[in-house]
């Protein structure tokens, strides 16, 4: 008799995004003539960027030819994209070996196959407000899973509570969905706390070229001794647009060592290694070029002018919600603002205002965890014109 996973049970139907879907579907309906402005969901818009599409090209051509055709590729990621992530980390000030650095398809596969690696005991700390992929991936897992709160008083950046004992850490910084950033000291404490526990932080830096000033460190393995204590996963989707061209990669130091439940010691990036080569054949390599392409100076020079781009999105929405009156946080360092709803509304009262009233559409907080209620998310990823025209709307707007 086959049995099946019980912890499925276990988990609550996301609603979210449907709910959002079926609301816009309604309004749209009923008023054809209304040009609604969508500020939701977390997906780039630009194009990719030249150097890229040319390596991607290139890489077609090659496979065209019997001389330069490619078939199966190392699991882990070819040594090309290995050497421009790590020069990559070097520019940014971080040493890393190409041995710690694993190509994939994203860093939401990533997250979620990297709970292979860990004993269905351990105790699972995440932030709330939450990216839901940390929480459903652990609940597929039956683990016991804490939660410290991101709240105004702490700028939604919880910060270690000794009191709390917890065996694996999930960090997210820049954030999703607050946009809030960790400094370095701030993530100094939360790896002491990690080596205090014995724990492991899984930092989950998709949205670290986002960040332009060097007091906000882009990789935890900024804080001397992280590599005893952290996974870094990582994502060329906000960075380089590729969400839908799929690449991402972790870091697993070389040295980061646990102990068994039988009380024998593994090596984590041994383990990843294992792992990947058991049930992953790679990333394609037209993928990879383009993503290595992404990498050099000369891409990060068009990437960071696309995303100079949202940038601006970002600052013509805190404008208006600066002359409103209105608070927020985020928008900085991150293409998400974190939007108080006004007059104490509920995020769904808010949403359902914006979208009736406005013809705007957000993210209601409230699907980010309790501590997401009361706010909205908006997104920097849409269009120039789009973004000025839902401000002009919000300006000219009584509330
Ligand atoms: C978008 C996003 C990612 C990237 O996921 P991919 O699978 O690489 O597209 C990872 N983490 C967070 C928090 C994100 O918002």
């Known amino acids: 008799m086959a049995l099946v996973n019980g912890n499925y049970a276990n988990l609550k139907e996301s609603y979210l995004f449907s709910d959002i879907a079926k609301r816009v579907a309604e309004f749209a309906a009923a008023h054809p003539d209304k040009k609604i402005i969508k500020m939701g969901i977390g997906d780039v818009t630009l194009p990719l960027a030249p150097t ?3 390596a991607m090209q290139k890489a077609v051509e090659e496979m065209a030819h019997k001389e330069t055709f490619r078939g199966y590729g190392p699991e882990q990621g070819y040594d090309f994209l290995h050497k421009a992530i790590q020069d990559y980390y070097a520019r940014h000030g971080v040493q890393v070996d190409t ?3 694993f190509i994939s398809d994203g860093a939401k596969s990533d997250c979620g196959n990297m709970t292979d690696l860990f004993d269905d005991s351990n105790v699972i700390l995440l932030p709330d407000p939450v990216y839901p992929v940390y929480v459903d991936t652990n609940i597929m897992r039956g683990r016991k899973i804490l939660f410290m709160y991101g709240t105004p008083e702490n700028h939604f950046l919880p910060m ?3 009191s709390v004992k917890a065996d694996i850490i999930y960090l997210c910084s820049p954030n999703n969905p607050t946009g809030a950033a960790y400094s370095l000291e701030q993530l100094t404490e939360w790896v002491k706390y ?3 526990n014995d724990a492991v932080i899984l930092y989950d830096a998709a949205y670290e070229a986002f960040i332009t000033d060097d007091s906000v460190p882009h990789s935890i393995f900024a804080v001397p001794g992280a590599k005893d204590c952290a996974i870094e996963m990582c994502s060329f989707s906000k960075t380089a647009g590729f ?8 870091v697993v130091p070389l040295g980061l060592t646990r102990r068994t439940p039988e009380g024998g010691e593994l090596n984590l990036n041994k383990m990843w290694l294992r792992r990947q080569t058991t049930k992953f054949n790679g990333v394609p390599y037209i993928v990879q070029r383009g ?5 050099l100076p000369q891409g990060e020079k068009e990437c960071q002018e696309m995303l100079a781009y949202y940038r601006e999105n970002a600052r013509i929405m805190m404008r208006t919600f600066d002359k409103k009156g209105y608070t927020y946080y ?12 006004p007059n104490g509304m509920k995020s769904w009262e808010y949403f359902d205002y914006l979208l009736n009233k406005l013809a705007i559409v957000g993210t209601p907080g409230a699907g980010f965890g309790r501590m997401g209620e009361g706010y909205l998310r908006l997104t920097a990823f849409g269009s120039r014109e789009g973004t000025q025209e839902a401000m002009e709307r919000i300006e000219k707007d009584t509330l």
């Open 160 to 162: 270690p509570d000794p």
């Open 52 to 54: 890229v599409i040319a």
């Open 194 to 196: 990690a080596k205090a």
């Open 99 to 101: 041995k710690e650095i």
């Open 291 to 295: 993503a290595e392409a992404a990498m």
């Open 330 to 341: 985020g928008g900085v360092y991150s293409p998400y603002v974190w939007l108080k709803c």
């Open 243 to 250: 969400t839908g061209t799929r690449c991402g990669y972790t």
